[in-house]
C-alpha cells in the first residue's frame, strides 16, 4: 500500500485553479457558437436554415444562437459554407427565468455545499461530465461542494436527460426528500428542453414541465467546467448569465 | 495470458448450411436470395421456427443477431438476424397477417432471445407462446398499462398527455421463497445519482445475496419511434446521442447502414480516419471502465490515476475533433471534416502518454494482492453460459467467445489493420479487466497503424440515389457488437430503425453473473461488467 501512496503523490497536483485563475488547458471546453453579423441577410438565413434543431434563427444580417436549443452538432461551423463564430469560453450558465428573479443560496451554504444527481433519461455524455467534477484535474472537494447519496442531506439537484416517464416518479420523489433551502440546476439541452428527444409520450421534454428551476447549464454535453460555474453560481460565487430575451424566443 | 482466438482456415461451407437447412425443414422454409453474401430463410410453417432457430444457433453454431419486428401494411415481419464467421448474415424471415398476434416464441431454444421478445411483446403487442415470463418490462407496470404497444404504426408518440391507468398493485417478482428472505432495494437514485438509472433488487436470507435482479429502461425515450418519419441526417442525430460513451461506434453503425442503401463508396482515407476515431473512443471508454473497476474496489489512488487518463484522452478528443465526446463528426458517405498532418501527431503524442500511464497503472495493480482478491473468482460467467447467451464484447471476450466484428465482418479500415483480439478464459472480474487493459493497448497500436498509413485525398463522397428498402450496417462498439437496421421508404425517410445494442444482451447476462455472492461485491460485479443502461434502453 506504501508504494501507491508514493505513486500517487509523485504525481504531483494536477488540480485545476480555476475559479482563481482562469483554466486555459486545451480541451477542457468544446466551445460553441456565438451569434454572427453576416455580410447579407441571405447568408444569415441560408446558416439558420442548416441547423438540424432550429437554434439558430435570422433577424436581418445576424444569426442568433438560442443556447437552450443546441445540441453542438457543429454543423454550423465544420464545413459549413456560412460558419458561426466559434466561442472557446464556457462560463455557461443561465438564470431560468423564475418571477423575481433568481436567488443564490444564503452563504453559509458557500464552502459546504452537498449535491445529489439525477439521471433523468441521459445519454451518459452530461452524466460523465458531472462525474469528471471528482477528477483529480477538476477536484470539486477543494471548493467545499460534495456530492452526496442522500436527497436528505443534498442542498441541490443536478438533472441530466429530457426527464423520462419512468423516471418522473423517482425524480420527484427525490426533490421533494430534500430539505429547503434547495435549488434545482438542469444540465445539458435535453434536461432544458428535451434536445434531440422532444417532448413525446416518454419525454417531458426538459425539466422545466416538472419541477422548478432555477439555473439551466446548456451543452451537448457541457464540459465539467461549465457545470463547475453553475454550481459556483448557486450560492453566489460566481453570476449567471440574466434571462435574456432572446434565448426564450421559440422554446417549447 | 492472451491467445489469438482462431477462426476456421477455410470458411464453412455455405452451400452446406442451404443444404442442411433445406434437407431438415424441407416445406417449412425456403432457403433462397443470396444478396451479396447474405442468406435469407423465410420461414413458410410458423411452427417450424423455434426448430429452425435451434438449428442455427445450437448446432450450426451461429451467432445471434437479434430480433427485428416491423408491422407492414397487411402483416407482421419479423427478422431474426444471426450470423456465421465465414458465411454471411442469416436473416430469417417469418411473415404474420396482422389479425394475428401469436409467435411460437424461440426463447426455450435460445436463451439470448428471451429479453428480444419480451421487448416486442411490451413494445408491439406480439404474444410469445411459451415464453417463460412477459408483461412488464420496458413500459413499467406502475407507470403504465398493459397493452400501450407505442410501437404500432397507428399510435402517435406526440401524445403528451396520455391518459395512464398504472397497475396499482405491481409488486416486483422476488424469485427467493426461502423463510426470512427478503429484497434490498438498489436504485433508482443511487451512489448519489452519479450511477446511471437502474434498480436492482438484492435478494438475500442474511449474508449473502442469492439473486440481484436488474430493472432497466428508467431511461426509455422511444428512440426507434421518434426516429420513424425522420431525414435520414436528423436520424444521425438519434443514432450520436442516444449512448453518448460509444456515439462514434453507433453514428459509424448507423452511417455504414445508410451508405449501403446509397451503393456509396466511403474514400480511403475516411475509413482509415473511422478507425483512428472509433479506437480513440474505445480507448476512453476502456480507462472509464477501468477507473470505475478501481473506484468499486476502493483503492482511491488508482482510482484517481485512472480518472485522469479518462480526462486526458477527453481533452485529447476535443482537441483533434472539437467534441470531447466525438459528436458531429460522421455522415453518410464519409466524414465531415477532415484533420491536418500536426493534429493527428498531437493525438498520437497525447495517446501514446495515456497508454505509458495506463501500462504503469496496470503493472502496479497487477502487483496489488488486496486488489486482486477482490476481481478473482468474482461474478464468474463461465464459456458455456457465455456461449448460451451469446454475451458480446470484453464480457464475451473475458469468457472465452472471442467474436470482434472488427475481425468477423471487417469493416472501415479494419481489413488492411493487423491487431489482436483479446480472449481469456476465466470469465471473472480480473479475466474483464485484463481484457480492457488489453484492448486498450490494442487501440492504441491500430490509431497508430492508420494514422501512418494516411494519405491525401477526400474524406467525404457524395452519395448517388437511395435504394428503398431494409439496410444493415455493424460496428464493434467499446461495450460490444452494435447493429442498426434501417428501412428507408421512397422519399429517403426512415421509415423504421431498430439498434441491436451490445448493452440490452450484455444486461441479460449480467444476471448469470450475480447469484450467490457476498454483499460487498456487487458494486464490483456491476463494475468490471461495465454496461451502460441507456444503451440498453435506449
Given at each position: 500500500m506504501a508504494s501507491w501512496f508514493w505513486y500517487g503523490l509523485r504525481n504531483g497536483i494536477q488540480s485545476t485553479r480555476y475559479p482563481q485563475a482562469p483554466e486555459l488547458a486545451p480541451g477542457v471546453s468544446p466551445g460553441r457558437p456565438l451569434d454572427t453579423l453576416f455580410p447579407d441577410a441571405a447568408e444569415a438565413a441560408r446558416a439558420a436554415a442548416n441547423c438540424p434543431v432550429n437554434a439558430i434563427t435570422a433577424v436581418a444580417s445576424f444569426a442568433n444562437v438560442d443556447f437552450r436549443k443546441c445540441i453542438y452538432c457543429q454543423r454550423c461551423h465544420f464545413g459549413a459554407p456560412d460558419q458561426l463564430h466559434w466561442d472557446s469560453s464556457f462560463e455557461w450558465t443561465q438564470a431560468?427565468?423564475?418571477?423575481?428573479?433568481?436567488?443564490?443560496?444564503?452563504?453559509?451554504?458557500?464552502?459546504?455545499?452537498?449535491?445529489?444527481?439525477?439521471?433523468?433519461?441521459?445519454?451518459?455524455?452530461?452524466?460523465n461530465e458531472v462525474k469528471q467534477l471528482n477528477n483529480p484535474l477538476y477536484n470539486m472537494h477543494r471548493l467545499g461542494i460534495f456530492f452526496t447519496p442522500t436527497p436528505r442531506a443534498a442542498d441541490v439537484l443536478l438533472v441530466v436527460g429530457p426527464v423520462s416517464e419512468n423516471m418522473r416518479g423517482p425524480l420527484v420523489k427525490t426533490y421533494e426528500a430534500m430539505p429547503d433551502p434547495k435549488r434545482v440546476v438542469a444540465v445539458g439541452t435535453c434536461a432544458i428542453t428535451g434536445g434531440v428527444f422532444g417532448r413525446t409520450f416518454v419525454s417531458a421534454g426538459g425539466l422545466g414541465s416538472v419541477l422548478p428551476v432555477d439555473l439551466e447549464v446548456p451543452g451537448d454535453p457541457p464540459p465539467p467546467l461549465a457545470v463547475l460555474h453553475g454550481l459556483l453560481a448557486v450560492t453566489g460565487r460566481k453570476q449567471p448569465a440574466p434571462a435574456a430575451d432572446n434565448f426564450h424566443k421559440g422554446s417549447l | 495470458m492472451v491467445t489469438t482466438p482462431s477462426f476456421p482456415s477455410e470458411p464453412p461451407d455455405v452451400v452446406s448450411l442451404e443444404s442442411n437447412v433445406e434437407a431438415r425443414f424441407e416445406t417449412a422454409v425456403s432457403v433462397s436470395q443470396r444478396r451479396g453474401?447474405?442468406?435469407?430463410?423465410?420461414?413458410?410453417?410458423?411452427?417450424?421456427?423455434?426448430?429452425?432457430?435451434?438449428?442455427?444457433?445450437?448446432?450450426?453454431?451461429?451467432?445471434?443477431?437479434?430480433?427485428?419486428?416491423?408491422?407492414?401494411?397487411?402483416?407482421?415481419?419479423?427478422?431474426?438476424?444471426?450470423?456465421?464467421?465465414?458465411?454471411?448474415?442469416?436473416?430469417v424471415t417469418l411473415q404474420l397477417p396482422l389479425e394475428n398476434s401469436t409467435v411460437p416464441s424461440i426463447s426455450p431454444q435460445v436463451h439470448?432471445?428471451?429479453?428480444?421478445?419480451?421487448?416486442?411483446?411490451?413494445?408491439?403487442?406480439?404474444?410469445?407462446?411459451?415464453?417463460?415470463?412477459?408483461?412488464?418490462?420496458?413500459?413499467?407496470?406502475?407507470?403504465?398499462?398493459?397493452?400501450?404497444?407505442?410501437?404500432?404504426?397507428?399510435?402517435?408518440?406526440?401524445?403528451?398527455?396520455?391518459?395512464?391507468?398504472?397497475?396499482?398493485?405491481?409488486?416486483?417478482?422476488?424469485?427467493?421463497?426461502?423463510?426470512?428472505?427478503?429484497?434490498?432495494?438498489?436504485?433508482?437514485?443511487?451512489?448519489?445519482?452519479?450511477?446511471?438509472?437502474?434498480?436492482?433488487?438484492?435478494?438475500?436470507?442474511?449474508?449473502?445475496?442469492?439473486?440481484?435482479?436488474?430493472?432497466?429502461?428508467?431511461?426509455?425515450r422511444a428512440v426507434e419511434k421518434i426516429a420513424e418519419g425522420k431525414a435520414v441526417s436528423d436520424g444521425l442525430l438519434l443514432a450520436e446521442r442516444f449512448a453518448a460513451k460509444s456515439a462514434f461506434a453507433h453514428s459509424l453503425a448507423y452511417c455504414q447502414a445508410v451508405e449501403k442503401a446509397t451503393h456509396l463508396e466511403v474514400p480511403?482515407?475516411?475509413?482509415?480516419?473511422?478507425?483512428?476515431?472509433?479506437?480513440?473512443?474505445?480507448?476512453?471508454?476502456?480507462?472509464?471502465?477501468?477507473?470505475?473497476?478501481?473506484?468499486?474496489?476502493?483503492?482511491?489512488?488508482?482510482?484517481?490515476?485512472?480518472?485522469?487518463?479518462?480526462?486526458?484522452?477527453?481533452?485529447?478528443?476535443?482537441?483533434?475533433?472539437?467534441?470531447?465526446?466525438?459528436?458531429?463528426?460522421?455522415?453518410?458517405?464519409?466524414l465531415r471534416r477532415d484533420f491536418d498532418g500536426p493534429a493527428c501527431q498531437a493525438l498520437l503524442a497525447a495517446v501514446e502518454a495515456a497508454l505509458a500511464r495506463l501500462r504503469r497503472l496496470e503493472h502496479r495493480l497487477r502487483y496489488t494482492s488486496s486488489f486482486?482478491?477482490?476481481?478473482?473468482?468474482?461474478?464468474?460467467?463461465?464459456?458455456?453460459?457465455?456461449?448460451?447467451?451469446?454475451?458480446?464484447?470484453?464480457?464475451?471476450?473475458?469468457?472465452?467467445?472471442?467474436?470482434?466484428?472488427?475481425?468477423?465482418?471487417?469493416?472501415?479500415?479494419?481489413?488492411?489493420?493487423?491487431?489482436?483480439?483479446?480472449?481469456?478464459?476465466?470469465?471473472?472480474?480480473?479475466?474483464?479487466?485484463?481484457?480492457?487493459?488489453?484492448?486498450?493497448?490494442?487501440?492504441?497500436?491500430?490509431?497508430?497503424?492508420?494514422?501512418?498509413?494516411?494519405?491525401?485525398?477526400?474524406?467525404?463522397?457524395?452519395?448517388?440515389?437511395?435504394?428503398?428498402?431494409?439496410?444493415?450496417?455493424?460496428?464493434?462498439?467499446?461495450?460490444?457488437?452494435?447493429?442498426?437496421?434501417?428501412?428507408?421508404?421512397?422519399?429517403?425517410?426512415?421509415d423504421r430503425y431498430r439498434i441491436l445494442s451490445p448493452s440490452f444482451r450484455n444486461w441479460l447476462g449480467f444476471h448469470v453473473a450475480v447469484e450467490n455472492f457476498a454483499f460487498q461485491d456487487f458494486p464490483i460485479i456491476l463494475a468490471t461488467f461495465g454496461l451502460s443502461a441507456t444503451e440498453c434502453d435506449r
Open positions: 431560468h427565468s423564475t418571477p423575481g428573479g433568481y436567488q443564490p443560496l444564503p452563504g453559509e451554504f458557500s464552502h459546504s455545499l452537498h449535491v445529489i444527481v439525477v439521471d433523468a433519461g441521459d445519454c451518459g455524455a452530461c452524466l | 453474401e447474405d442468406i435469407s430463410i423465410v420461414v413458410r410453417r410458423a411452427a417450424a421456427l423455434p426448430a429452425l432457430c435451434k438449428f442455427l444457433f445450437g448446432d450450426t453454431g451461429c451467432s445471434f443477431g437479434g430480433l427485428i419486428v416491423e408491422e407492414r401494411k397487411e402483416d407482421w415481419h419479423l427478422l431474426y438476424l444471426f450470423h456465421l464467421p465465414g458465411t454471411g448474415w442469416i436473416h439470448a432471445a428471451d429479453w428480444y421478445e419480451r421487448e416486442a411483446e411490451d413494445l408491439f403487442g406480439l404474444r410469445f407462446e411459451e415464453h417463460p415470463r412477459l408483461g412488464d418490462f420496458i413500459l413499467h407496470d406502475q407507470v403504465w398499462q398493459e397493452g400501450l404497444a407505442p410501437m404500432r404504426r397507428a399510435f402517435d408518440p406526440g401524445q403528451v398527455h396520455l391518459e395512464r391507468c398504472p397497475n396499482q398493485e405491481w409488486r416486483p417478482n422476488l424469485v427467493v421463497k426461502d423463510p426470512g428472505a427478503f429484497a434490498m432495494p438498489v436504485g433508482p437514485v443511487y451512489e448519489g445519482g452519479l450511477g446511471e438509472s437502474i434498480h436492482f433488487l438484492l435478494e438475500t436470507v442474511g449474508e449473502d445475496v442469492i439473486r440481484a435482479s436488474p430493472r432497466l429502461f428508467y431511461k426509455y480511403v482515407r475516411a475509413r482509415r480516419l473511422r478507425v483512428v476515431l472509433s479506437e480513440l473512443e474505445r480507448l476512453r471508454h476502456h480507462a472509464g471502465a477501468i477507473e470505475a473497476i478501481c473506484q468499486s474496489t476502493a483503492l482511491n489512488v488508482s482510482e484517481a490515476q485512472a480518472a485522469i487518463i479518462e480526462e486526458q484522452l477527453l481533452r485529447a478528443s476535443c482537441c483533434f475533433t472539437g467534441h470531447r465526446y466525438l459528436f458531429g463528426l460522421n455522415a453518410p458517405g464519409g486482486l482478491d477482490r476481481l478473482e473468482d468474482v461474478g464468474v460467467v463461465t464459456a458455456e453460459a457465455a456461449r448460451d447467451l451469446d454475451l458480446l464484447g470484453p464480457v464475451g471476450r473475458a469468457s472465452g467467445l472471442a467474436n470482434d466484428l472488427r475481425r468477423v465482418w471487417p469493416y472501415a479500415g479494419y481489413r488492411e489493420s493487423a491487431f489482436e483480439v483479446a480472449c481469456e478464459k476465466e470469465g471473472d472480474g480480473y479475466a474483464r479487466l485484463r481484457v480492457l487493459f488489453f484492448e486498450a493497448q490494442q487501440s492504441g497500436r491500430l490509431i497508430h497503424q492508420a494514422i501512418e498509413a494516411l494519405q491525401p485525398g477526400e474524406v467525404w463522397a457524395e452519395g448517388q440515389r437511395m435504394v428503398p428498402g431494409p439496410t444493415l450496417g455493424w460496428a464493434e462498439a467499446p461495450i460490444g457488437a452494435t447493429v442498426h437496421w434501417l428501412r428507408l421508404d421512397e422519399d429517403g425517410r426512415i
